[in-house]
Nanobody, 115 residues
Framework: QVRVVESGGGLVQAGGSLRLSCAAS????????MNWYRQAPGKQRELVAT???????NYADSVKGRFTISRDNAKNTVWLQMNSLKPEDTAIYYC?????????WGQGTQVTVSS
């Protein structure tokens, strides 16, 4: 069974940067989209960023201009570069990969931004 694993989370001061990585344990054919979601304590999971197979990107308004999503199709890897972090960015960040009828989620990586 293919697994999706995130890494790169941690504790950072406000204004700092982190780079999250997400990789699949095996090659996945025909990936449609790769997303980053986040869930803060007591809140619903929200979509943060999307990148399509063609490289098109979309971001939540709250992260536009600060976060950048990118991918390597050959390696089935997606990254989220997070700059100018704010305390409100504190959450567990999850990677999602959609390929046809297959949807895979990672276990999440904690990002904590101190003020």
């Amino acid at each position: 069974q293919v697994r999706v694993v995130e890494s790169g989370g941690g504790l950072v001061q406000a204004g700092g940067s982190l780079r999250l990585s997400c990789a699949a344990s095996a090659y996945i054919f025909n990936i449609n989209v790769m997303n980053w979601y986040r869930q803060a304590p007591g809140k619903q999971r929200e979509l943060v960023a999307t990148i399509t197979g063609g490289g098109g990107t979309n971001y939540a308004d709250s992260v536009k201009g600060r976060f950048t999503i990118s991918r390597d199709n050959a390696k089935n890897t997606v990254w989220l570069q997070m700059n100018s972090l704010k305390p409100e960015d504190t959450a567990i960040y999850y990677c999602r990969i959609v390929a046809g009828s297959l949807t895979l989620w990672g276990q999440g990586t904690q990002v904590t931004v101190s003020s």
